[in-house]
């Protein structure tokens, strides 16, 4: 089984707005990251979290803010975004080790008004 | 900076042909390398993953790896539409503190036309 999940699918929100995203996976990965990906673009790597410690951050807005409760989850906290931020937010694991994929969930879709 | 290329797409093959799309990397010290296929509006799909010189075969999927070259390529087979999708290539970086960050071509769209 190789199922990251996400949720909501799609989420639209005012620039005034705070939201979360959330990624849940059950397979034991120790790494989890967030990625946004823009329309005709490769995936753009925002977070890395490793044994739910945030490891990488790729210079990103404080607007974004990313959270690792346990092992299985992961959150996206998003706060005053600009109508630029929209795109597909994307939650990917890997288990941790050389010679590991990494699996990518099906994506949050976020549109900013 | 580690560089992915991709040759420029898109790329359009007859149903049944076979479609070769290639990529470049510029990290020689890379080890892991990976395919996915991404249709519209949809995520990142892992396809292929291959870490040796040489060939690796997955039903119609063909991943070639040569690091002397620095090159990896992805054949498809016998060619569907439903194959037709962008393909990413994706290198990882398995050296240092990277924790398996991949860096990502542009990716290659194609078109199985029946």
């Known amino acids: 089984d190789t199922e990251v999940t996400q949720t909501p699918k799609h989420l639209v929100m005012g620039m005034t707005n705070k939201k979360s995203l959330k990624c849940e996976q059950h397979m034991g990965h120790r790494a989890m990251y967030w990625y946004k990906q823009k329309a005709k673009k490769p995936p753009e790597l925002m977070f890395v979290y490793s044994y739910e410690k945030l490891s990488i951050n790729e210079s990103v807005p404080s607007r974004f803010s990313p959270e690792c409760p346990n092992s299985s989850l992961l959150n996206l906290h998003l706060h005053a975004l600009q109508p630029e931020d929209s795109a597909l937010y994307l939650c990917a694991s890997r288990a941790a080790g050389a010679a590991n994929e990494q699996y990518f969930g099906p994506g949050t879709r976020l549109t900013v008004t | ?114």
Not at chain 2, 6 to 28: F, H, K, M, W
């Open chain 2, 1 to 114: 900076q580690k560089e992915v290329e991709q040759n420029s797409g898109p790329l359009s093959v007859p149903e049944g042909a076979i479609a070769s799309l290639n990529c470049t990397y510029s990290d020689r010290g890379s080890q892991s390398f990976f395919w996915y296929r991404q249709y519209s509006g949809k995520s990142p799909e892992l396809i292929m993953s291959i870490y040796s010189n040489g060939d690796k075969e997955d039903g119609r999927f063909t991943a070639q790896l040569n690091k002397a070259s620095q090159y990896v390529s992805l054949l498809i087979r016998d060619s569907q539409p439903s194959d037709s999708a962008t393909y990413l290539c994706a290198v990882r970086a398995d050296r240092g503190s990277t924790l398996g960050r991949l860096y990502f071509g542009r990716g290659t769209q194609l078109t199985v036309w029946p």
